[in-house]
C-alpha cells in the first residue's frame, strides 16, 4: 500500500493503521466528543545517528515558528494566522483552522542541539536532528 | 434577497461524475481543506495543499466546474527507516461548481508556503448595486 517506506514491520505497520483510524474516525465525531488532535501531524525517521522530522504547517513562515530542544525533548510551537479578510466579507466555508499550537515529542536520543538543520518549503517544515556525540554509542574492540 | 441567495451557489461540489480516465497514480489523494468566502468584488478560495510543488498545480475550468489538482513530490530521507507516521502524503484534487456570476476570463491564482488562493471576481452583472432613490 505504501511501497515508499523500507517494508516496516507487521507490528509497526499495525499501530500506524490504528492511529490513522482513529484520527479518521475523529474527523467524522461530533464536534463536542472530538479529543483535540496533536497539532502539527508528525512524521519521523530515524538512523543510529540523526532523526529527520516532517510536519505539514500550511501557511507559516519560518519566523512564526518555535523549535527548542531540551536534551532528548523536542517542542515545536507557533501560530497560525486567521486569514485576513477585507471588510464587508462574508464566509460561505470554512474548514482551515487557525490558532496556537504546541507540541512536544521525546526523541529516541539526546541532540546536537547547535546542528540542528530547519527547512521549510512549500509548507513542510523539514528538521534533521543529530545525535549528541557523547549519546553515540561506543564501539569496544577485543584487544588479543 | 434573490440576489444574495444566488450567490451563495457558488458552492462546494463533492464529486464530478467521472467523464476522464482514471488516476493512475499510486498515490493517496486528498480533498485540501478549504475556505470559501466573498467579498464585494470578489469571491476568494482558500486551499491548503503543503507539499506541493508550484508547477504541479493544475487547475481548470471545464464548463462551470473548477477543478485543482496537486501533486506532492515529497519524498521520504533517504537511508533512515520511519520511526513514526502520523499523516499520509498524496496528491489533492477538489472539484467546486461555479455560477454563471463569475468572470470566468479573470481568474487569479497565487500559492504560497503551503496555500494555494484563488480570486474569483464576480461578473459585472452580479456585483451589488446601490439604487438611489430618486425624489421628484
Known amino acids: 500500500m505504501f511501497p515508499r517506506f523500507s517494508t516496516p514491520s507487521i507490528w509497526r505497520e499495525m499501530d500506524r493503521m490504528q492511529r490513522e483510524m482513529n484520527r479518521l474516525f475523529n474527523d467524522y465525531t461530533p464536534f463536542r466528543y472530538r479529543t483535540a488532535p496533536s497539532y ?3 512524521n519521523l525517521w530515524a538512523d543510529e545517528e540523526s532523526v529527520v522530522l516532517r510536519a505539514e ?4 513562515k519560518p519566523n512564526d515558528i518555535d523549535i527548542s530542544i531540551d536534551d532528548g525533548d523536542l517542542t515545536l510551537s507557533g501560530h497560525r494566522m486567521r486569514e485576513e479578510l477585507p471588510e464587508n466579507a462574508t464566509y460561505h466555508r470554512q474548514e482551515r483552522n487557525y490558532g496556537s499550537f504546541t507540541r512536544s515529542i521525546r526523541l529516541p536520543f539526546k541532540i546536537e542541539a547547535d546542528e540542528v538543520e530547519a527547512t521549510m518549503k512549500n509548507g513542510v517544515l523539514t528538521l534533521t536532528l543529530p545525535r549528541a556525540e557523547e549519546d553515540k554509542p561506543k564501539k569496544i574492540t577485543i584487544k588479543t | 434577497m434573490t440576489e444574495e441567495t444566488k450567490a451563495m451557489e457558488v458552492q462546494e461540489q463533492e464529486r464530478v461524475p467521472e467523464e476522464r480516465t482514471e488516476r493512475m497514480r499510486d498515490k493517496a489523494c486528498y480533498l485540501p481543506q478549504s475556505d ?21 498545480i493544475d487547475i481548470t475550468l471545464e464548463k462551470n466546474i473548477l477543478t485543482i489538482n496537486g501533486f506532492t513530490d515529497v519524498d521520504a530521507p533517504k537511508g533512515y527507516s520511519l520511526a513514526r507516521a502520523e499523516y499520509n502524503i498524496g496528491d489533492y484534487e477538489r472539484s467546486f461548481r461555479l455560477t454563471d456570476q463569475i468572470d470566468r476570463e479573470n481568474i487569479e491564482a497565487s500559492y504560497e508556503d503551503g496555500v ?11 456585483k ?9
Open chain 2, 128 to 136: 451589488a448595486r446601490k439604487i438611489t432613490v430618486k425624489t421628484t
Open chain 2, 36 to 56: 470559501i468566502y466573498e467579498t464585494e468584488e470578489n469571491y476568494h478560495l482558500v486551499l491548503d495543499m503543503p507539499g506541493v510543488d508550484e508547477k504541479s
Open chain 1, 57 to 60: 504547517l500550511p501557511g507559516l
Open chain 1, 40 to 42: 502539527p501531524a508528525l
Open chain 2, 116 to 126: 494555494l488562493r484563488l480570486t474569483l471576481p464576480k461578473a459585472e452583472e452580479a
